[in-house]
């Protein structure tokens, strides 16, 4: 099972992006799939995670500024991030779950919010 993420890029601050993440390998529907990130020097912290369900999860500092959503059908899970802000600089990972399974990691994609 292999994880695509993509969208990232270099926005000014105020601005948006969405960022994908598409599974392939499987024919299973992933659980629970979602994004962390790590900007230098810090812990990769969770930013929004989805259930199979479409039951959402989010980071206190990102409530209200992204959106999770996912597409079933494609395994694909999406992160819509609106008013972004220069402390949002990070690298992004998405995850992907299935019981049973070891988590999967997508590759990272660099987000860079500009002031």
């Known amino acids: 099972v292999q994880l695509q993420a993509s969208g990232g890029g270099l926005v000014q601050a105020g601005g948006s992006l969405t960022l994908s993440c598409a599974t392939s390998?499987?024919?299973?529907?992933?659980?629970?799939m979602g994004w962390y990130r790590q900007a230098p020097g810090k812990q990769r912290e969770l930013v929004a995670s989805i259930t199979s369900g479409h039951n959402t999860n989010y980071a206190d500092s990102v409530k209200g500024r992204f959106t999770i959503s996912r597409e079933n059908a494609k395994d694909t899970v999406y992160l819509q991030m609106n008013s972004l802000k220069p402390e949002d600089t990070s690298v992004y990972y998405c995850?992907?779950?299935?019981?049973?399974?070891?988590?999967?990691w997508g590759q990272g994609t660099q987000v860079t919010v500009s002031s």
């Open positions: 995850y992907a779950d299935r019981t049973g399974w070891n988590r999967r």
């Open positions: 390998g499987t024919i299973f529907t992933m659980d629970d």
